[in-house]
Structure formats: C-alpha cells, structure tokens
C-alpha cells in the first residue's frame, strides 16, 4: 500500500500539487432521525431499526467571512437550520439508508447554493451509522463522499461500508501459552466501492453482501490458528475477497485491521493492517 491517508474516510483536501490546504468544516454528529431505517439487522433479516446521521462539509473557500463579522452569512451553513431540514427529509416509514443519504445530499445541495451561483461546499460526507445491525462490533457504518465543482455539480464520489470493533476469540500467537487458549482479538474493516459496482449500487444483492461482511470475517477466522497477526490478516482478507467481493464487488478495495489487546502488557494493543484491491474479472490474489 502506497498511499498513506488510508483508511480514506474524511479527510483534508488536497491541491493539485498534493500539498494540503487551508480549510473549514462544519459537522453535525449522530443526528437522531424521526423513523428508523429499514437494512438487514443481524440476523440477515430486513427490519427497520435505529439509525444516527453524521454529516461533514468542508466548505469551498472557508467561513472567514462569517468569522471576522461573528455572525452568520453566506460564507457558511446554519448546522441548526441543517440538521431540522434533513429530520424533516428523513422521517418517512420503510426508508432506507440510500434513501437517507440522498434526502441528506438533497438538503446540502440546497443550502450550499448561495447567492449569484455560488455554491460553498467542496467536500460533502454522509455517514449512516447502524448500531443495531452488528452482531459482533460497535455496530455498521455506510458512508457516501462527495466532492462538487464550484458550480456545485457532483465530480467524485466515493461509497465506504465500515464494520468496527468486531470482537473475535482466537488462537493466535507466537509463545507456547499462547497455544493453550483463545484469546480476544479486534477487527476493523473499511471496504472502499467507489463506483466500482456501477448500476447495481442501490441493488439489493449489493446490499446483502455488505451486511454478510461481518458474518463472514467471523466464519472464516473462528477455526484458525496462526502464530502471527499478519498471516492472520493475509489469509482472512484473501478469503473475503474469495467468498463474497470478487463476485458481489469486483473492483472494490478492502482494509482490515487486527488488534491484540492482550499481548502488550503497558499498551493498548498492537495491530496490523492489510489493504487490498479485488480485481475486476480475476480470481483475488
């Protein structure tokens, strides 16, 4: 892996030379929303269920404006005025998290246009955190990214799903008592479709394999026993990929991420991380 702002979730934007550059963001985060929504729950079952909405701009051109006045004008967005109009969007029976997302996009456009064309939002990211739809971890995460022109038409966009905190009871280590007993293991995966899944993105089928994610990290690690995390992460990403993204993803990219808590005395834990690229039309490597 060459590129080190992975994982690519929110982020500084970059000149066209590379170098970062100065900017301002407004955020709302784990906005309550009026109705539930309807994604598989942890039994593999569509249910309607809790879901909070964090929501990230980075604005084209900053808030100095705003700033040097301390009070609110076009150079920004009123997060108030926001988060009311994205609960008045997303309060309908049987939505789904695209549905969130698209109403959430809808109402940023919105309020993004200012006067005489300008339109502030470089960067939009809508997060859509499902706590109830993970059986092992802290709960599953569908992000959309966005990135507008100034004229605030959409350039680039980027899907992330994101399962975290899965806690896992293995048998992994190097040293002979570690041999003798499982011991907790955490997992963390970021899978990065881009537009890797063209028209069928909204699918249902998509959406199906990325709720059977977590279900299959765990299938696929509960009867190994490596000596290293690293082998551990190789063969459980190679097998993910076998299983469930080159057929149902192809060209999507995964991370995953192994913690050990326990094998560090006067650490939190010590972790590797592996990121890869399912191939389009090939078997995963």
């Known amino acids: 892996m060459t590129d080190a702002s992975y994982p690519r979730t929110p982020g500084p934007l970059q000149s066209s030379s590379g170098a970062s550059v100065n900017q301002d963001i407004i955020s709302v985060k784990n906005l309550q929303l009026p109705a539930g929504v309807v994604a598989s729950d942890v039994w593999g079952k569509p249910k309607e269920q809790p879901a909070l909405l964090t929501i990230t701009l980075v604005l084209n051109g900053g808030f100095a404006s705003a700033a040097s006045k301390d009070a609110l004008d076009g150079s920004t967005i009123h997060y108030g005025e926001l988060s009311k109009r994205i609960r008045s969007a997303c309060g309908e ?10 109403h959430a996009e809808r109402v940023i456009s919105e309020m993004a246009r200012k006067g005489e064309g300008k339109f502030i939002v470089a960067r939009s990211v809508v997060e859509v955190n499902l706590p109830k739809a993970s059986m092992y971890g802290d709960g599953a995460t569908l992000i959309n990214i966005t990135e507008y022109d100034e004229a605030g038409e959409a350039r680039a966009a980027q899907r992330v799903f994101v399962v975290k905190e899965v806690k896992l009871m293995l048998l992994v280590g190097v040293n002979a008592y570690e041999r003798t007993a499982k011991q907790p293991i955490i997992a963390s995966l970021w899978l990065y479709m881009g537009n890797a899944a063209g028209e069928k993105e909204n699918g249902i089928a998509q959406t199906v394999a990325l709720f059977k994610l977590e279900q299959t990290l765990v299938q ?20 993910l990929q076998k299983r469930l993204l080159s057929e149902m993803l192809p060209g999507s990219q995964v991370q995953l991420r192994f913690e050990k808590p326990r094998a560090i005395a006067f650490a939190d834990a010590p972790a590797v991380e592996v990121f890869r690229e399912t191939p389009v039309g090939g078997s995963a490597k």
């Open 220 to 239: 696929i690690t509960q009867d190994t026993s490596f000596e290293t995390l690293e082998s551990l992460a190789d063969f459980t990403v190679t097998h």
């Open 93 to 102: 029976q049987g939505q789904t998290s695209g549905d969130v997302s698209a």
